[in-house]
């Protein structure tokens, strides 16, 4: 009973773009408060402050490390309705929440304070609320989304495959949010007010392909497609970053950024689409937390990968920011050929399975 009326409810949700607007309005405003939390937090560390890169990427990876909370707060969402409703209070208590740590910890790093002070505690305070926020918000929207569109699949033989893809791809598409604002400042000599907005450029590139393949091209394309057409786009993306450092041309770094955005945005709905077929409608709030706890950690992983890397090829370079940057950006397109490759082997295995031949 829960398959068929799922299956019957997806084209009608489908079929009705102010709902998938509406539904997109969570992520935007996420994003808007990534963009002080992260952003603006790793900017000062990095160019105002002189810190390493590592501890500009161990404070962004504060509300990631927390993560495991995702879990027991899907179960939350799950087994204890608040007023009547599974979903929305959870993520207006998750909203409030983020809002406040945001506001907290960037109204004090934007005055520089010593690293040794009570400032610093302050900050950090202000990302532990932040994190626990965006864990609650993130994963009760996923599961409000699950509750909508699930058509009921337990693909239990693809998970883990799958969840090495999506590892790589998380790494791959968000090494650049320790990486990108610290290269702006240090390559192209960009203000604090400039490299802020290039993370509005890639946020406004994802939503509007998050938008562009909930509403067209999933049903055009269909998920695999989506998934390579995104990570195909970001491969040549990379190169035209380090080019902008070479050419000294902020136009383009801001053209670049916009094109990421798109293309992490393609192939984020596509892994995001997937992975609700991988969750069942009655635990989804559970289930997604496991999901979640992955990407958060896979997020956390790439701020500290992306940072040690420029660290060390800084010291090995003499203090070279182009050549340390430039390499943070290889790696990261490296790792999105890895995923790539796997991908393949999901959709072969997938294949398999339903064809008879996955035992």
């Known amino acids: 009973?829960?398959?068929?009326?799922?299956?019957?409810?997806?084209?009608?949700?489908?079929?009705?773009?102010?709902?998938?607007?509406?539904?997109a309005g969570l992520p935007l405003s996420l994003t808007l408060l990534s963009i002080l939390a992260g952003s603006v937090i790793n900017r000062v560390m990095v160019v105002e402050l002189g810190l390493p890169v590592i501890l500009a990427g161990l404070f962004i990876a504060i509300p990631l490390l927390i993560s495991p909370v995702r879990i027991w707060l899907g179960h939350l969402s799950d087994a204890y309705p608040l007023w009547g409703r599974r979903r929305e209070p959870y993520l207006m208590l998750g909203a409030l929440l983020s809002g406040f740590g945001v506001a907290l910890s960037v109204a004090l790093v934007v005055q520089t304070p010593p690293l040794a002070s009570g400032a610093t505690a302050w900050i950090l305070l202000g990302l532990l609320l932040y994190g626990?926020?965006?864990?609650?918000?993130?994963?009760?929207?996923?599961?409000?989304?699950?509750?909508?569109?699930?058509?009921?699949?337990?693909?239990?033989?693809?998970?883990?495959?799958?969840?090495?893809?999506?590892?790589l791809t998380v790494l791959g598409t968000q090494m650049q949010d320790v990486l990108m604002e610290p290269y702006a400042g240090l390559v192209l000599g960009m203000d604090v007010a400039a490299t802020t907005r290039l993370t509005m450029f890639w946020g406004l590139g994802a939503l509007a392909s998050i938008l562009l393949s909930g509403l067209v091209l999933v049903r055009w394309l269909g998920l695999a497609r989506l998934y390579r057409l995104g990570i195909g786009l970001l491969l040549p993306l990379f190169v035209l970053v380090v080019l902008a450092g070479v050419l000294q041309r902020?136009?383009?770094?801001?053209?670049?950024?916009?094109?990421?955005?798109?293309?992490?945005?393609?192939?984020?709905?596509?892994?995001?689409?997937?992975?609700?077929?991988?969750?069942?409608?009655?635990?989804?709030?559970?289930?997604?937390?496991v999901w979640g706890l992955g990407f958060q950690l896979g997020r956390a992983l790439a701020?500290?990968?992306?940072?040690?890397?420029?660290?060390?090829?800084?010291?090995?370079?003499?203090?070279?920011?182009?050549?340390?940057?430039?390499?943070?950006?290889?790696?990261?397109?490296?790792?999105?050929?890895?995923?790539?490759?796997?991908?393949?082997?999901?959709?072969?295995?997938?294949?398999?399975?339903?064809?008879?031949?996955?035992?």
């Open 132 to 167: 626990v926020g965006r864990n609650l918000t993130g994963n009760t929207f996923q599961a409000l989304l699950t509750d909508r569109f699930a058509a009921g699949v337990a693909r239990a033989r693809a998970a883990n495959l799958y969840e090495v893809i999506k590892l």
């Open 250 to 289: 902020p136009l383009l770094l801001q053209l670049s950024v916009l094109g990421l955005g798109l293309s992490s945005g393609l192939a984020a709905a596509s892994l995001l689409a997937q992975a609700v077929e991988f969750t069942s409608a009655r635990s989804a709030g559970l289930l997604l937390g």
């Open 1 to 23: 009973m829960l398959t068929r009326r799922a299956t019957h409810s997806r084209p009608r949700m489908q079929n009705r773009p102010v709902s998938l607007i509406r539904l």
């Open 303 to 359: 701020s500290v990968l992306g940072a040690g890397l420029v660290d060390l090829m800084n010291l090995m370079t003499d203090d070279a920011p182009l050549l340390a940057y430039g390499a943070g950006f290889a790696v990261e397109a490296a790792l999105l050929m890895g995923a790539l490759l796997a991908y393949g082997r999901l959709r072969l295995r997938a294949a398999c399975a339903l064809s008879g031949g996955g035992h």
